[in-house]
């Protein structure tokens, strides 16, 4: 049974950094495709970030530079830095995980999902 638990959400003011967490169990990471997505207030979800197999990254348009996604086989989680935090980020964000070895976040419908962590970022 796969299961994500992402934690490191929080409140913070423009400008700000946080950094999320994403626990994993029954599923390797590294062995197949990673992401974060968020979900702002009255919004669809979107991708936010994506990794695979051979640390190959994609980001979203709007935070491209200003957010890193990375993993860690040896604890088995995954990371998302989020810096210079703009009110436009406030969302709930969620992990998410695929076997499939092509990665990226336009081709990603992953299967399994966290409980997500609210990130709300003040003006």
């Known amino acids: 049974q796969v299961q994500l638990m992402e934690s490191g959400g929080g409140s913070v003011q423009a400008g700000g950094s946080l950094r999320l967490s994403c626990a994993v169990s029954?599923?390797?990471?590294?062995?197949?495709?990673m992401g974060w997505f968020r979900q702002a207030p009255g919004k669809g979800r979107e991708g936010v970030a994506s990794?695979?197999?051979?640390?190959?990254?994609t980001y979203a348009s709007s935070v491209k530079g200003r957010f890193t996604i990375s993993q860690d086989r040896n604890t088995n989680e995954i990371s998302l830095q989020m810096n210079n935090l703009k009110p436009e980020d406030t969302a709930i964000y969620y992990c998410?995980?695929?076997?499939?070895?092509?990665?990226?976040?336009?081709?990603?419908?992953?299967?399994?999902w966290g409980q997500g962590t609210q990130v709300t970022v003040s003006s």
């Open positions: 998410a995980a695929e076997r499939e070895i092509l990665c990226g976040l336009a081709t990603m419908n992953p299967p399994y």
């Open positions: 029954g599923y390797n990471v590294g062995s197949g495709c």
């Open positions: 990794i695979g197999r051979y640390d190959g990254t």
